[in-house]
């Protein structure tokens, strides 16, 4: 499975974004997305995750103001971001959990910069 992020960006305090990430490969292996974020100094920390069944989950920081979703179509998961505040200035890496033949995977993306500026 290969993901590619697009859509970072710089935006200013209370402003929007879209991420997405665009799966490739053996996607049908795939039964979690998510998105993960890093900021300088910081560890890597969960944003939000969906499931095939279209569950979701949001880390508290972002939940009212981020929304994950998914075109199982064109297999691209995106991640509206509303509402930002400079907390959320961070690298955003799009991940996917496979099972293919008995085998846990975990593929990342190469990640996008979201800057928010005060």
């Known amino acids: 499975v290969q993901l590619v992020e697009s859509g970072g960006g710089l935006v200013q305090d209370g402003g929007s974004l879209r991420l997405s990430c665009a799966a490739s490969?053996?996607?049908?292996?795939?039964?979690?997305l998510g998105w993960y974020r890093q900021a300088p100094g910081k560890q890597r920390e969960l944003v939000a995750t969906?499931?095939?069944?279209?569950?979701?989950n949001y880390a508290d920081s972002v939940k009212g103001r981020f929304s994950i979703s998914r075109d199982n179509a064109i297999y691209t998961m995106y991640l509206q971001m509303n509402a930002l505040k400079p907390e959320d200035t961070a690298v955003y890496y799009c991940?996917?959990?496979?099972?293919?033949?008995?085998?846990?995977?975990?593929?990342w993306g190469q990640g996008t910069q979201v800057t928010v500026s005060s």
């Open positions: 991940n996917a959990r496979s099972l293919l033949h008995d085998r846990l995977q975990n593929y």
């Open positions: 490969g053996s996607t049908s292996s795939i039964f979690l």
């Open positions: 969906i499931r095939i069944s279209g569950l979701t």
